[in-house]
T-cell receptor, first 114, second 113 residues
């Protein structure tokens, strides 16, 4: 149980375009989902907390207008990287809270902006 | 959330037990100790968590000292597939930082044949 999926697994886009990443909890309902970013050889950094039916809460330094988060249902959250630039190239990972406090992570989405 | 300290790297022979230590000397009473691991280019995988008592599941055992200032994750029979970065995280069970996992640098465990 507690499976989280992400789509796409990897994406290459041109600078200036927008990219949408989906995060789904497949076998449970998640009132809260989290979005993380991981640069090469670094640890995961929390970007934002997404609660179903409400606005996301962003961590300090994360631009909310650049990283749009929508949590439309209890099983789906989306992250849209708007006007992507090469410095946005990273490994984006979502997680969802199942029972209690335990977070289960998706497999990640590797974004490369050319 | 309490800061955790882990050795940057450890080695283990395949088939032997891997004991990964974690210090969390400033942990508060309502903070759980969570362990995750991340295999290269994948999302983190939940391993185990505990509050006070030792815990065991199909993946590992978690030993928490009586004063809760440190813990040890035990992989009883390490395999090559256990090679990963292991993260020990103190997680607040409530309050404004509820649910927010703060990842440190973790311990790179390398299992050798």
């Amino acid at each position: 149980g507690a499976v989280v999926s992400q789509h796409p697994s990897r994406v290459i886009c041109k600078s200036g375009t927008s990219v949408k990443i989906e995060c789904r909890s497949l076998d449970f309902q998640a009132t809260t989902m989290f979005w993380y970013r991981q640069f090469p050889k670094q640890s995961l950094m929390l970007m934002a907390t997404s609660n179903e039916g409400s606005k996301a809460t962003y961590e300090q330094g994360v631009e909310k207008d650049k990283f749009l988060i929508n949590h439309a249902s209890l099983t789906l959250s989306t992250l849209t990287v708007t006007s992507a630039h090469p410095e946005d190239s990273s490994f984006y990972i979502c997680s969802a809270v199942a029972q209690g406090e335990t977070q289960y992570f998706g497999p990640g989405t590797r974004l490369l902006v050319l | 959330d309490a800061k955790t300290t882990q050795p940057p790297s450890m080695d283990c022979a395949e088939g032997r037990a891997a004991n990964l230590p974690c210090n969390h000397s400033t942990i508060s009473g309502n903070e759980y100790v969570y362990w995750y691991r991340q295999i290269h280019s994948q999302g983190p995988q939940y391993i185990i968590h505990g509050l006070k008592n030792n815990e065991t599941n199909e993946m590992a055992s978690l030993i928490i000292t009586e004063d809760r200032k440190s813990s040890t994750l035990i992989l009883p029979h390490a395999t090559l597939r256990d090679t990963a970065v292991y993260y020990c995280i103190a997680l607040n069970a409530g309050g404004t930082s509820y649910g927010k996992l703060t990842f440190g640098q973790g311990t790179i465990l390398t299992v050798h044949p």
